[in-house]
């Protein structure tokens, strides 16, 4: 590792647990991050950041002037551009070290199985629940951990997903016989620091999972009421009916 290296990810590297082993495991990563909006805008910078080596940037919306408020690897004066392209700008100008590739097309159950055969860790950063669904299920097959966060209004929640068999999936926590399309934050709205919070809290989760340290929170679902800024944590079980992880692979 070089001395401008050395430098620049210094103070993690002194880290109990970390040290340069961890930065050089950072480094070898590649990480699939769904969504550039309010949740993927902390969780890309602070990979950026950190130094993961690879960082897939998928999200195929362009950018407007109401995200501005809570998705801050956006500027106005990208207003137009495609959100995977104005986050590669951004993210390439915090760390010139990290290769960044642009999907700009929504994901779907046909294209995830290639792309996280390149991958270590999932980010789950997007706003609907057909890609949520088809994200778990890829990752289920394809034993990649899942890294899950939700925000609304003031709340917010953030888990993660082992991929592993005997660990629950998203669809124990959602089935999808359940009625999904209504909540939004344009009609319901959103305090931006909350997004900032679970965010960041899903980047945190990523970096344990890629250099070992600490216990990620797999079969925990931390979740955050903002107006008294308290978390509640529940514990998750595999749901022995679930469609997805309970079938033979």
């Known amino acids: 590792m070089i001395n401008d290296q050395l430098s620049r990810y210094s103070r993690q590297i002194l880290l109990p647990n970390f040290g340069i082993t961890g930065q ?3 480094q070898a990563a590649r990480v699939l991050i769904v969504g550039l909006g309010g949740l993927g805008s902390p969780v ?45 700008l951004a993210l390439a100008e915090q760390n010139p070290e990290v290769e960044l590739v642009t999907i700009e097309h929504r994901l779907t159950a046909d294209n995830l199985p290639p792309l996280l055969a390149e991958v270590d860790v999932v980010v789950d950063c997007c706003d609907n629940f057909a890609t949520r669904f088809a994200l778990n299920a890829a990752c289920v097959a394809a034993r990649r951990p899942l890294v899950s966060g939700a925000v609304l209004r003031l709340e917010g929640q953030v888990t993660v997903f082992s991929g592993q068999p005997g660990d629950p999936c998203y669809r124990c926590l959602y089935p999808d016989s359940e009625d999904f399309n209504g909540d939004t934050c344009a009609t319901n709205g959103i305090l931006a620091p909350i997004a900032g919070i679970i965010g ?11 250099t070992g340290i600490g216990t990620p929170l797999i079969g925990q679902l931390l979740v955050l009421d903002g107006l008294t800024m308290r978390w509640r944590s529940l514990r998750l079980r595999a749901d022995p009916a679930c469609p997805v992880c309970t079938q033979p692979r």
């Open 24 to 26: 050089e495991r950072l």
């Open 200 to 210: 960041s809290t899903q980047a945190a989760e990523t970096l344990k999972i890629l």
């Open 44 to 88: 890309a910078l602070y990979l950026a950041a950190a130094g993961v080596g690879r960082l897939l940037l998928a999200d195929g919306d362009t950018v407007e002037l109401s995200n501005l408020h809570r998705q801050i690897v956006h500027t106005t004066s990208r207003i137009g551009m495609l959100k995977a392209q104005s986050a590669q």
